[in-house]
């Protein structure tokens, strides 16, 4: 199985270089036949920090069937990372992967995304909430229901508050892909804490 990581120029390293290792481990530890796919505008992408990567495919290469889930790192404002986030081809491939019922996972204001396609009107959802809570109120207008926690799924979409939590939006979005003990699994031998 195949995962969709959306690179926007300005994405924010940390939030995204989780998914890579959480599934990479999953993958090299336990044998779970998953794949992370990174894509994005161009074929390299600038991060917010700086650091240049080169992304495996292109979103006009994308067919969502090929995937199981979309994953959704944040980045800042001031690194244009809303230039690409909120790009119509970006917002029609949310929309279908929602469509599908396929999982959507964000990390930070990568939910402000999933808020912009219009598939998080009336669903519980978060973001960044620090700052006066300003990003939250954000999502708020473009429909979601804020829900103040680290991490809210509702229905096929996980959507976290702060870059944090970033480590287990990609353990939740294991779970829901695999089962809840191969993700404790691979959790345990990252050396994260279990329940």
Not at 12 to 30: C, L, Q, Y
Not at 109 to 134: D, F, M, P, Q, W
Not at 164 to 184: C, D, G, H, R
Request: with cysteine.
């Amino acid at each position: 199985m195949k995962i969709l990581l959306f690179l926007a120029n300005g994405f924010e390293t940390m939030e995204a270089s989780v998914f890579i290792d959480v599934f990479g481990w999953a993958k090299n530890e336990f044998e779970i036949d998953v794949e992370v796919v990174t894509c994005g505008f161009h074929k390299q992408v600038i991060s917010t920090f700086g650091v240049p990567v080169t992304v495996d495919t292109l979103i006009d290469e994308i067919n969502s069937d090929e995937y199981e889930a979309l994953a959704i790192p944040g980045g800042f404002e001031e690194y244009d990372f809303y230039k690409d986030a909120y790009d119509e081809k970006f917002l029609n491939l949310i929309r279908e992967f929602d469509e599908k019922g396929k999982w959507i996972a964000s990390v930070c204001v990568g939910a402000l995304s999933i808020a912009k396609s219009g598939v998080l009107e009336g669903r519980n959802a978060t973001t960044y909430h620090l700052k006066n809570g300003y990003r939250q109120e954000q999502l708020r207008e473009l429909g979601a229901k804020v829900v103040n926690k680290p991490i809210v799924t509702d229905r096929n979409i996980i959507t976290s508050y702060c870059p944090s939590t970033a480590a287990y939006v990609a353990f939740e979005l294991l779970e829901k892909i695999t089962s809840k003990k191969q993700a404790q699994q691979v959790k345990k031998l990252m050396g994260f804490e279990t329940k």
